[in-house]
């Protein structure tokens, strides 16, 4: 394998950026490290790379004293040995570390006035109770905690000890902690209710009665003579498309420099897609919900909840997987062995048509290239697909599944916030928005967004069917512009377009974001929540190309005032017009509760689709080999219908 810059920084790298930051600014055991990552190159960098040549390894590092709560943000260069840069950062609050969560239990489930509370409620074993650490939006932080590093605990109580952890809740009862002097701040015991009858298990044997089926055969997914992909290092390579995987402790996987041959050279389509921010909203005010909204990406950080995947149920067939490196809150290094999955899939049918008067059918089957990873956030798992297709389309699909979080009421009728899901337990309605950063890049880095849409036009002499539909193209200019909504009525789509390069009818090449899974806000803009998180307000924003710009709802998001994210960047109101663009597009799930996602969720699932517009000339997958060949080509004898 040969070192690229874009590879995520290892073991040794992860070791020698605390080491360094230890020896020249003292950050002891008092300090924690809240990330670790590479520094990614410039795009200059990487387009200019040669195989072989020197590479500067950068580390950003941030960090906090525990002691006094300053957070610090270095560039580290390993190359160099040194710190390039230490900046102070006064009022933030880093992302939550694995580390606090572990410790503010450890912390809890010892304080006599914690387990005065649970007994109150009759729940005397601790070791069937599981307690729970969510971060905090910094307006809904009492004025007494302000500046201080503050988690927000729910209790939860276990039937048995495997019962499933989420299945009870302890409301009216919520601990407040500081988490840098672990310190329990404040006992919330608001009501009392008695918990009703819930059926909450989901492994078989805790089910009441249930007969596990047995009536399934076999299904194996062989590719005897191997995978059709080559992985070396971090380069994947499958049929014509080529990219680079990476992985960092907030986004997870990361995907880079995707292209796709064509006529002898690769064409780029894509530096760089992730998943930036996730916002889950819980649209339930009362006391046991309203501070519940979580940062998945920005608090907890998809990469530290990526979890191991097991060869036969996570992912089936001939599967390459590689490892991630991160590290804990002292800078230790670990490894999560198979965090990304890379398979093939078969995907039915490509193409097909069947001519009718010849009697000859041609079909292809489809096969995609898969790149996944699963990540689990406290109660819910997020399983990520980004799949490439032979077509030249790149599918990003999100599937949610866990345990949703449940309440329970007191009177008969449940709150009108949820869905009633057990005897009186009802589950909060709430949103996942995950807003995907996509840096496009359509056969180079100048391109230009536009807004496609349908219009019918009116009946009239040139028209007197009333079937006259065109499309409206309009170029984004602005980045006020560039705040763009999904409209039904108008099947209102995205080109990122390269106004510098045509196909060979003389249009245009681009890519059309294709916006399925889009989901409103929904909410007052005036609501703290909302203030934070403004990037749900819109389906799409376009942004200029920055280095620095990647969070779309700011850098700290742990307790965030205020947004500094797309909102502060967007103010600008910076040209959009044929330049290197990035997107950010907001989807995801709006999550009305049901019956049947109770006590574990089948997968919810949602997706967004990039999809070539005129980059190419004709179907690019018209050259993809029948398989098998007899099967696939073939003499149709057409037995009923027109024939
Ligand atoms: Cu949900």
Known sequence: MSAHPLDPLSTEEFRQAAAILRR????GDRWRLASIELREPSKRTVREFEPGAPIIREALVVCWNRDDGQAFKAVVSLTEDRVLSWEHQPGEQPNLTVDEWHEADHVLREDPRVIDALSRRGITDMSLTFLDTWGYRGALIPEKYQGRRIGWVDAWHRETAEGNPYAHPVNGLHFVVDLNSMELLEVEDSFVVEPPSVMGEYMPHLVPGLQVRDDLKPLEIMQPEGVSFALDGYLLRWQKWSMRLGFNYREGPTIHCVGYEDGGRVRPIAHRLSFAEMVVPYRDPSVDHYRRTAYDVG???????????????????????????????????????????????????????????????????????????????????????????????????????????????????????????????????????????????????????????????????DNPHG???????????????????????????????????WNALGTSVAYKLVPTGAIPALMDERSPVFQVAQVIGHTLWVTPYDRDERWPCGEFVNQNRTDNGLPRWTSANRPIENTDVVLWYVFGIHHITRVEDWPIMPVDTVSFWLKPFGFFDRNPAIDVAPSPPAACQQEHHVTGGIG
């Open 24 to 27: 020249d600014q003292g950050t």
């Open 467 to 501: 079937l006259a539909m065109v499309q409206r193209n309009v170029p984004l200019r602005t980045e006020a512009e560039g705040k763009q909504d999904y409209s039904w009525a108008t099947q209102r789509s995205w080109k990122v377009e390269n106004p510098n390069r």
């Open 299 to 461: 608090e907890w950080g998809l990469g530290f909840m990526t979890t191991s995947l097991e060869l036969g149920c996570d992912c089936l067939g001939e599967i390459v997987y590689v490892d991630a490196v991160l590290h804990d809150s002292r800078g230790e290094p670990f490894t999560i062995h198979n965090a990304i999955c890379i398979h093939e899939e078969d995907n039915a049918v490509l193409w097909k048509h069947i001519d009718v008067p010849a009697e000859r059918a041609e079909v292809r089957r489809a096969r995609r290239l898969v790149v996944s990873a699963h990540l689990t956030v406290a109660n819910y798992e997020y399983l990520v697909y980004w799949r490439f297709y032979q077509d030249g389309s790149i599918e990003c699909e999100v599937r949610a599944s866990g345990i949703m979080v449940a309440t329970h009421f007191a009177d008969s009728e449940p709150p009108p916030y949820g869905t009633l899901i057990d005897h009186r337990t009802y589950a909060p309605f709430h949103q996942h928005f995950i807003v995907a950063r996509l840096d496009m890049d359509v056969d180079g880095e100048n391109n230009t967004v536009i807004m496609s849409e349908s219009e019918p036009l009116p009946t009239g002499p």
